[in-house]
């Protein structure tokens, strides 16, 4: 799939929730984990290959997870830490995230889950939550740096 880049108004929309898991969705979720290898991406939301569903997925180097319609049901502390985005190329800058996050979502099984995060894995799960709102990291970050 082709990743968009901001601009796109596809990336400002709240996305939807995903009312039902079907084979589409689970399709879409290999599509997108496909996407993101080849990007060498650590996660990417769904409107980032401009599909307007709640649907993330995270691969921070532990395995693949992949979250539909996922809710952060509480979170604690603050890091701050550089972040890039692959719909934001060449751009990197400093986001203030929360240390560690709860997350209840369904999988592809249409099964709940729910999972602590923390460090890298919780800051990316943040980042990919924004997508769903129509948030880019670029909204929050501080001494933005342009690499080309
Ligand atoms: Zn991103």
Request: proline share 3%; net charge negative.
């Amino acid at each position: 799939m082709k990743i968009v880049c901001d601009g796109d108004p596809v990336l400002r929309k709240k996305a939807r929730d995903v009312s039902k898991v079907t084979k589409e969705t689970t399709k879409l979720l290999d599509q997108m984990l496909e996407t993101m290898r080849v990007a060498q991406g650590v996660g990417l939301a769904a409107p980032q290959v401009g599909i307007d569903r709640r649907i993330i997925i995270v691969d921070i180097g532990e395995g693949v997870f992949e979250f539909i319609n996922p809710h952060i049901l509480a979170s604690g502390g603050s890091l701050v830490d550089v972040e890039g985005c692959l719909s934001v190329p060449g751009i990197n800058g400093e986001v203030e995230r929360k240390a560690w996050v709860e997350l209840e979502a369904l999988n592809r099984f249409s099964q709940k889950i729910s999972l602590k995060a923390d460090g890298l894995f919780a800051r990316v799960i943040q980042h990919e939550i924004d997508h769903l709102e129509g948030i880019l990291f670029i909204d929050r970050a501080r001494n933005i740096e342009y690499n080309d």
